[in-house]
Every structure is written in C-alpha cells, then in structure tokens.
C-alpha cells in the first residue's frame, strides 16, 4: 500500500466522502449511458427525442421483432412477467404450435427497492396468472432459484427471444449470465428498461465486458432507449 492510500484509510476518507458518492456514481453511469446513446442512433426503430415516455410505444419493437421472426418456432423466455401482459401479446403474434413460452417471476413483487419503487412493488400476492395456451408454462420463484434447474432440461433447438424485463441490475446481471452458454447467433434479447442506468443498462455493460466473445448488436429501441433490443451477431470461441 502506498503512502498516500494509507494516510487516506487513516483519515477515514471513505467516511469524509460518502455523501458525494452516490451521486459521483449516478452521474458516472449517465455520461456511460449518454455515450452508448450517441454511438448507437442509427437503428432500425428508434423514436428518440420523442416526448415523454408512452409505455404502449414499446411494441413497436415488439412488432418489428415479430415480422422478423414471421411465426417461425421459437423459444421465449421472460423474466419478470408479472401479469403477463407482453407474454399474452406474444402468444397473440406467434402461433406456431412449436414455439414455446416460459414466463419466469415471483409474484410477490420487486424483491428489493428499485429506484423510487419499493420492495414488493408489482406484487400479485404470490398468484400465478391463469393462461390457456398450453404452450406457455409459468414458473414462480426467484431467478436464482428456478433458472439453473430450469436449463437442465431446456432443449435450446430453436431461435430464442429473451425479455429481460426484471428491472433491478442483480436480476438481470444473473439471467444474463447464467443464460451466456445458451445463446446462439439470431436470438434476440430485449431489455424492457435499459435506460435505467445503475440496473439493466450497467448489467448490460458488465455482461459485455464478462463475455466479450458474444456478440451483441442493437437495432431498435424504443421510449427514448427504455426498451431496447439486441441480436447475438457472433460467437467466437470462449477466452
């Protein structure tokens, strides 16, 4: 340890400086954020400088991503479901009777504050949603829990659709991860709020750098890049 650290760690400045922390990070992770923005306009969907944020405006990515896959069979796997909704749209868009759909939460809510959102936020009481379709299956828990044993059996034969729709950057962080040994060149994932900086966007950032064999493209985003979608566009050999 150099002189200069230790005369810090005796002075205590992680104390001194604490309160400035937070912020120092938040406006580190904006201009990160901000610069990935710049280098990444010109997409195939994009609606920023748009006013305000409309929350029905994120199927327009949806949309584009469907007439991309044209009813081809696929593998959807969501996390963080909750009630449903974008599944249900999905199955509406997609009807091959091969395709099929796994919706992964656990109905409880957040299991930690996000931003203003508090813990249990989103909560459904712990009740699964019913849905008819015999091709989707529900699996209620956290991801840590039910994702590793859920891939043993997952056969991984078809082009995936991934929405990463859990909010907090420890959840997404994990998905992305465990999920790293499954991704194949044309699966799509989709970050439902990528521009919340300290959560999906860093996970992003940090799946990146974790795995820089795996390629990944963005080519629409929507809700001034909230929800922004990406293809696996190469996968070299692992370092």
């Known amino acids: 340890m150099t002189p200069g650290k230790y005369a810090l760690y ?12 937070d912020r120092l990070f938040k406006v580190l992770h904006f201009l990160r954020f901000a610069q990935w923005v710049e280098e990444n306009q010109q997409l195939e969907y994009n609606d920023f400088r748009a006013d305000g944020s409309v929350y029905k405006r994120r199927y327009n990515v949806h949309e584009l991503i469907a007439a991309k896959l044209k009813d081809e069979p696929i593998h959807y796997l969501e996390f963080g479901v909750a009630d449903c909704e ?3 749209w999905w199955i509406s868009q997609n ?10 939460d656990t109905f409880t809510g957040l ?6 959102y508090k813990k249990g936020t989103f909560d459904l009481q712990g009740v699964i949603p019913t849905v008819a379709d015999k091709r989707v ?3 209620k828990g956290l991801f840590q829990e039910t994702l590793f044993n859920f891939l043993k059996t997952f056969p991984n034969d ?29 699966d799509i994932l989709v970050f439902d709020e990528f521009s919340a900086q300290e959560h999906e966007y860093l996970a992003y950032t940090h799946f990146c750098k974790a795995f820089p064999h795996i390629g990944l493209k963005a080519f629409a985003a929507a809700n001034n890049y909230a929800c922004v979608a990406f293809e696996v566009i190469s996968i070299s050999a692992a370092p």
């Open 111 to 116: 299991p930690e504050d996000w931003g203003h």
């Open 95 to 104: 009807k091959h009777p091969e395709s099929l759909f796994f919706g992964f």
């Open 137 to 139: 299956t529900l699996i």
């Open 158 to 186: 078809k082009k995936k659709f991934i929405s990463l729709d859990a909010d907090l950057y420890s959840a997404t962080l994990f998905v992305l991860t465990t999920l790293a040994p499954w991704l194949r060149v044309g």
């Open 86 to 88: 974008t599944l249900l």
């Open 10 to 21: 005796k002075l205590s400045a992680h104390k001194i400086f604490r309160p400035l922390t």
